[in-house]
């Protein structure tokens, strides 16, 4: 995924690629800035040729490497590094400091500042995640973290852990201390009505990220 400046132009190019929200469908783009129209997208940063012909390698579902390669739900496949088409840009947490207040908890303090955490409007979740801006698709968080757990019998009930699966097995990241943990630990899924009861939906990104998940937390 797009790293914030890993792979922008040294040099800023006029007619080169930019990686841009498109207010209109909501989602990430590249696209020439010749063709950026001020209030239908906003540029985040410049990208070299170099860097956008090297993305959107499809792969076959037999040869996929978490590694390496991403999936795309919107083409229904595998890419390397990931789609071109629905580009990624990973939004890191904020650094805790020593000079914040000690009332927070290790995990609160890696909040993003374009985030919040409040009582979450979904029966019995406790607390969520509610975003202060929008977020268009395609904007990645993570990784997930917490304690790193093999036996899912020592993981808390609660709802706070994950399973990661990757080429040598899979493992449990336990985030039910929120000082061994970061701020995802307050995500919640989206909740679905099916007729009679309810069901959950979260979109799931290599592992251990998580994208576009902000729905009425």
């Known amino acids: 995924m797009v790293e914030p400046e890993d792979n922008a132009e040294k040099q800023h190019n006029s007619n080169g690629w930019r990686l841009v929200i498109d207010f209109e469908e909501g989602a990430l783009k590249f696209m020439k800035q010749k063709y950026i129209i001020n209030g239908t997208h906003q540029e985040i940063q410049s990208l070299s040729d170099k860097f956008v012909k090297s993305i959107g390698k499809p792969i076959e579902d037999e040869y996929f490497d978490s590694e390496k390669h991403i999936y795309c739900g919107f083409c229904n496949k595998y890419y390397e590094p990931f789609c071109r088409e629905h580009p990624l840009f990973h939004y890191y947490e904020k ?61 808390a009930k609660e709802g706070y852990t994950w399973e990661v ?53």
């Open 95 to 155: 650094n805790p400091t020593n000079e914040e207040s000690t009332t927070l908890t290790a995990a609160e303090k890696t909040l993003p500042r374009v985030l919040s955490i409040r009582p979450s409007k979904l029966p019995g979740a406790g607390n969520g995640v509610f975003s202060k801006i929008f977020i268009p698709s395609g904007v990645v968080f993570g990784p997930y973290e917490g304690v790193k757990l093999f036996n899912a019998e020592k993981c």
């Open 165 to 217: 699966v990757d080429k040598f097995g899979s493992y449990f990241l336990d985030s039910s201390d929120p000082n061994q943990s970061n701020w995802l630990r307050y995500i919640n899924c989206t909740r679905l009505w099916y007729g009679d009861k309810f069901g959950f939906d979260v979109i799931g990104q290599k592992e251990k990220a998580l994208q576009n998940v902000f729905h009425a937390s």
